[in-house]
C-alpha cells in the first residue's frame, strides 16, 4: 500500500541546499512555493524517491498552518535538518481506515499545492497520522499526487529528472534514531507492510540496528547504545532520520549537509 515517496530536510536556505548538492555532483532544482503554508523548497531526485529541502518563506503563514503538522513541525523545531518521511498511497480513503483501525489519530485528507517555476501548478492530498502526543512528528505523513506511478515518473521527465552528474547515484538507506530499534522497525512492518531485513551492530555509530524494507528502498533504526552523537540526537530531536547513504558516488566520506548526515559511497 506505501512506498517512500520523499525525505523532509529542513533548512534556512532551500535554494542554497540546491547549489550545494550540484557542488557535490548531484542534480538537484528550485521546487517553487507553498503559498498556502509560507514555505519554500529545492528537490533532488532518485527515480521516484526524492530529498526535499523545505524552508520557511513566510514565518506569519506557517504560524496559522493548523491542518498540516509538517508545517507546524517546522515551526515548533525550527531545527536544519532531516525531519521527516513521506510514504506515497493511491488510496487515501483506504490507507485513513487503516490507520484508524490501530486506534491512531489521523487529520485529512490535507489538499496541497506548490506554484512552480514555470508558472504550473502542481497538486496533491495528504494524510497525517499521529501516534504519540508526546512525539507528534514520529511518524511519517502519506501522500497521494493523485496520478499513477508511471504517469508521475512522464511529468517529473518533463519538469525535473535528470541524470546526476557525478554518476549513477542512488538513495541506499536512510537512517533513524530509535529508543528501541526492534520495537520501532516492528511498528513500521505493521503500519506501513515493511518487511524486516536484518538485523546488526554498526560499529561507527555505535548503535543496534534494524534495517526494513519498504518497497525497494532501506530504512534503517539504529538504537544507540553508547553516550555518543547518536544518544544526543536521539535526546535532542527524537525519534527522527538522521542519516542518509548514498550509492555509487564514486568516493568514500560523509560529510555534515544543512544539520543531517549525508554518507557517500563508491
Known amino acids: 500500500m506505501f512506498q517512500l515517496d520523499h525525505i523532509v530536510h529542513v533548512t534556512d536556505d532551500p535554494k542554497q541546499a540546491v547549489f550545494d548538492m550540484q557542488a557535490l555532483g548531484f542534480h538537484a532544482v528550485i521546487g517553487g512555493e ?26 506569519r503563514i506557517a504560524e496559522k498552518v493548523t491542518d498540516n503538522t509538517l508545517i507546524q513541525q517546522l515551526v515548533a523545531e525550527n531545527n536544519n535538518g532531516l525531519a521527516r518521511l ?17 486506534e491512531l ?32 512528528f514520529k511518524l511519517p505523513f502519506i ?45 513500521w512492518q505493521k503500519l506501513f507492510g515493511a518487511k524486516r531485513a536484518n538485523a546488526f551492530y554498526d560499529e561507527a555509530l ?13 530504512l534503517t533504526f539504529c538504537q544507540p547504545v553508547k553516550d555518543n552523537d547518536l544518544k544526543r540526537f536521539l535526546t535532542t530531536r527524537g525519534e527522527r532520520p538522521f542519516q542518509l547513504v548514498f550509492q555509487g558516488t564514486g568516493v568514500n566520506k560523509t560529510v555534515s549537509f544543512h544539520g543531517a548526515l549525508y554518507q557517500f559511497e563508491p
Open 206 to 218: 555505535g548503535a543496534k540496528c534494524v534495517r526494513i524494507l519498504l518497497g525497494e528502498k532501506a
Open 86 to 102: 513521506a510514504l506515497r498511497t493511491r488510496n487515501l480513503p483506504q490507507a485513513m481506515e487503516h490507520f484508524r483501525s490501530h
Open 105 to 136: 489519530q489521523v487529520t485529512g485528507p490535507v489538499e496541497g499545492s506548490r506554484r512552480q517555476p514555470d508558472g504550473t501548478l502542481l497538486q496533491w492530498a495528504m494524510l497525517f497520522v499521529n501516534e504519540s502526543e508526546s512525539d507528534p
Open 34 to 59: 507553498h503559498e498556502n503554508w509560507g514555505t519554500h523548497n529545492g528537490l533532488c531526485y532518485f527515480g521516484l524517491t526524492y530529498l526535499e529541502f523545505l524552508g520557511m518563506k513566510d514565518t
Open 143 to 187: 501522500i497521494d499526487w493523485k496520478m499513477s506511478d508511471q504517469e508521475r515518473k512522464n511529468e517529473l521527465e518533463r519538469q525535473h529528472l535528470a541524470p546526476h552528474p557525478a554518476g549513477r547515484i542512488d538513495l541506499a538507506d536512510v537512517r533513524i534514531a530509535a529508543s528501541n530499534s526492534e520495537t520501532s522497525a516492528a511498528l
